[in-house]
């Protein structure tokens, strides 16, 4: 049995009465309708012509019919490409051309925009998928048969590919099998003691690894239910707590419910878990976190091509500003950026990764994907430290590592600086252009309090716990950081926002 809707489906109750998901208007779907629905969906693929091995591109609004649509693709042996609803007509006709989709889908109010970008890309057939319920798809799949076959792949089938950032160059699209997203759904269930009893408040988007292979994969691996939000809206996530008994999160959303009144410790008391990934999550929002629930967040790390790597421990010492210990079946190893020799303990270096999680390759760069590999382990691009514990500590981005009159500058550890300042509430800290040290530091933060701007007393109180050639040369002031949908800061767009400062 590899194809991993099969290996779930051994997962779901035995009643399949048993509520899956609580949608936004108070519906209970239970399993017996995922099955159903999800059968529906994958005879009506077959209808359309999508054959194993197709890919489905989809870039909807969140729903729960693109969760269904997801596990009809793996019902199906077809390959789910979801898309952030906000890219651009431009970054979708390159989507379009890499990967040729069978099918496309999108929001009904996009139709006539994507007709013609499909078909100029040469995508046989577009239909929509609403989120309330409306579109071609989600009205057509209504009137077939809910029993469909679940098709046998193997463990090296693609499941779904997911396009990276593309930050640094052309998006590459990470090919992740049926095995990769089994070996990982079914350590992270059994690693954060996930039951059926469990209720996952689900308000992550479902592009993304998150929201869609480890918030809904583990949920349908435990047999368990989610109460499904179409996105993080604090007073609905408020409402919501009661009722469930685990978030995962990105740090915006610790962040913001941190500053409402109904956040309180009475209000989490039953919680079993929260989670935050996507992002880091710095060491004074987890001790405030904590001061104020008396639940210690979970961090762990992961990342699109391979799923999640380490995470700190369910039950032990969750240390802030870690993201724990290599997950079961997954090797940690640091390297050197220049020699790819490996380190010793405490040394910074690359972040390199072995495992059943680690995906396919890069779909369509065959030279990209054997560059990204060094001795069997995948190079992550993540610069960061093992301590004599065995936690891994992230510093930064290869990428955003500065040199500033020749000396290596770590952001992370800058940006932890300021973060625990009393007068912050987050930083972001860039290198920019400067004409005598090559690099000069930028800290750029968020205050606690919008009227403060002070950035020479910052500079004041970071003398004593970093070296002069680490703290920041200028000091920006910002009501909030620029973040992608998964709330990682855009450190791109502070540079190219901030090149002039020392000219």
């Known amino acids: ?48 012509g999508v054959a194993r091995g197709d890919r489905v591109a989809v870039q909807t609004p969140k729903s729960i019919d693109m969760l269904m649509l997801y596990l009809a693709c793996l019902r199906t042996g077809a390959v789910f490409l979801p898309l952030n ?23 009904p109010a996009q139709a006539e925009t994507i007709r013609p970008l499909a078909e100029a890309a040469g995508v046989a057939r577009v239909e929509t998928l609403g989120a309330h319920g409306d579109g071609t798809l989600t009205l ?3 009137d077939i048969s809910p029993a469909f076959a679940t098709l046998d792949v193997a463990d090296d089938d693609l499941a779904a590919i997911l396009y990276t950032s593309g930050t640094t160059g052309r998006s590459k699209g990470a090919m992740l099998s049926h095995g990769n ?24 988007p479902i592009f993304h690894t998150h929201g869609l292979f480890v918030a809904t994969n583990v949920t349908l691996a435990a047999g368990a239910a989610l109460i499904f939000q179409p996105g993080f809206d604090a007073n609905a996530v408020l409402d919501a707590l009661p009722r469930a008994t685990v978030l995962m999160g990105v740090p915006t959303f610790y962040i913001r419910l941190i500053k409402e009144d109904r956040f309180t410790r009475a209000l989490v008391a039953h919680m079993r878990l929260f989670v935050s990934g996507s992002a880091p999550l710095s060491a004074d929002i987890h001790r405030e976190f904590s001061e104020r629930t008396g639940h210690a967040i979970l961090e762990r790390y992961g990342m699109t091509e391979t799923n999640m790597n380490t995470s700190n421990p369910y039950e032990g010492d969750r240390i802030a500003g870690t993201v724990g210990v290599p997950l079961p079946g997954v090797s940690i190893r640091i390297a050197d ?98 004409p005598d040290l090559g690099e000069g530091v930028v800290g750029v933060v968020v205050p606690v309090h919008a009227d403060f701007a002070d950035a020479a007393a910052l500079t004041t109180q970071l003398a004593d716990t970093l070296a002069r050639f680490k703290q920041p040369r200028r000091i920006v002031f910002v009501d909030e950081l620029p973040k992608n949908g998964m709330g990682k800061v855009q450190k791109t767009v502070l540079r190219e926002q901030l090149a002039d400062s020392f000219k």
């Open 337 to 434: 950026t220049e020699t790819g020799a490996v380190l010793p303990q405490d040394e910074i270096g690359v972040i390199e990764i072995q495992g059943p999680n680690v995906f396919q390759g890069y779909w369509r760069m065959p030279e990209k994907t054997a560059a990204e590999f060094h001795d069997g382990y995948f190079i992550s691009g993540d610069l960061g430290f093992i301590d004599r514990r065995g936690y891994v500590s992230i510093v930064g981005r290869a990428k955003d590592l500065i040199i500033s009159g020749g000396y290596n500058i770590y952001p992370a550890e800058v940006e932890t600086a300021l973060d625990e300042l009393p007068q912050v509430r987050e930083s972001a800290v860039v290198g920019v252009p400067h």
């Open 1 to 48: 049995m590899a194809n991993l809707f099969e290996r779930l489906q051994t997962c779901f109750p035995a009643d399949r009465s048993r509520p899956f998901a609580t949608l936004p208007d108070g519906a209970i779907l239970s399993y017996g309708d995922l099955e159903a629905r999800s059968g529906q969906f994958a005879n009506l693929l077959g209808q359309l």
């Open 181 to 204: 997203l089994a070996s990982n759904c079914f350590t992270l269930r059994d690693y954060w003691q996930f039951t059926a009893e469990d209720v996952l408040l689900h308000a992550l």
């Open 140 to 142: 057509a799949a209504r």
């Open 85 to 107: 609803p906000a890219y651009t007509a431009g970054e979708l006709d390159y989507f379009m051309r890499d990967a040729e989709p069978a099918l496309f889908v999108c929001d």
